[in-house]
T-cell receptor, first 112, second 114 residues
Framework: KQEVTQIPAALSVPEGENLVLNCSFTDSAIYNLQWFRQDPGKGLTSLLL?????REQTSGRLNASLDKSSGRSTLYIAASQPGDSATYLCAVEWRSQGNLIFGKGTKLSVKP | GAGVSQSPRYKVAKRGQDVALRCDPISGHVSLFWYQQALGQGPEFLTYFQNEAQLDKSGLPSDRFFAERPEGSVSTLKIQRTQQEDSAVYLC????????????FGEGSRLTVL
């Protein structure tokens, strides 16, 4: 069964810290992997999309890496800010599925 | 429109009632997806349309769930004879192409079944 796992489930850090969120997935035959942000009571906002042929993507203070062989992706957030507080979701599209399979998310809290 | 719009944002239904949830995707987007998100969980796939064709409905949990997109734009998710376990946020997403790529999500419809 194709599954996506995110650890930790929750994370609290002081403002200014660099942090890493982890995502692991079964079955390395992925088509792409996406990281999303979800604020309470809101929909999802796409942060970064990594195609299977890519190893990383960067947007501002965010950097996402992909290691298909080990079934892992990380989302690195530099110089965290209170405004980064949200739930971060990792989602994988497998060639055989044709839709996104989501992890349960990591709830991030950045304290001022 | 500027983004994916969903209505109603909140719906309270008595068990056994039928509900209809609407999604207006971004204008011109070919593909439309419905997801169900229970509290504290990630979204789970329900169904997928490419234009007016429903290409995958494997995620619909029972035959009480029905989705349509008759003209290839607006979509409606209908739940008949609602049960308490149907309580969740129902998210709609659209994308410009036939393949997934970057998905744009609406803010969701929160359904509470009493």
């Amino acid at each position: 069964k194709q599954e996506v796992t995110q650890i930790p489930a929750a994370l609290s850090v002081p403002e200014g810290e660099n942090l890493v969120l982890n995502c692991s997935f079964t079955d390395s035959a992925i088509y792409n992997l996406q990281w999303f942000r979800q604020d309470p009571g809101k929909g999802l906002t796409s942060l970064l999309l990594i195609q299977s042929s890519q190893r990383e993507q960067t947007s501002g203070r965010l950097n996402a890496s992909l290691d298909k062989s080990s079934g892992r992706s990380t989302l690195y957030i530099a110089a965290s800010q209170p405004g980064d507080s949200a739930t971060y979701l990792c989602a994988v599209e497998w060639r055989s599925q044709g839709n996104l399979i989501f992890g349960k998310g990591t709830k991030l809290s950045v304290k001022p | 429109g500027a983004g994916v719009s969903q209505s109603p944002r909140y719906k309270v239904a008595k068990r056994g009632q039928d509900v209809a949830l609407r999604c207006d995707p971004i204008s011109g987007h070919v593909s439309l997806f419905w997801y169900q998100q229970a509290l504290g969980q990630g979204p789970e796939f329900l169904t997928y349309f490419q234009n007016e064709a429903q290409l995958d409905k494997s995620g619909l949990p029972s035959d009480r769930f029905f989705a349509e997109r008759p003209e290839g734009s607006v979509s409606t998710l209908k739940i008949q004879r609602t049960q308490q376990e149907d309580s969740a946020v129902y998210l709609c997403a659209s994308t410009q192409t036939e393949s997934l790529g970057e998905l744009f999500f609406g803010e969701g419809s929160r359904l509470t079944v009493l």
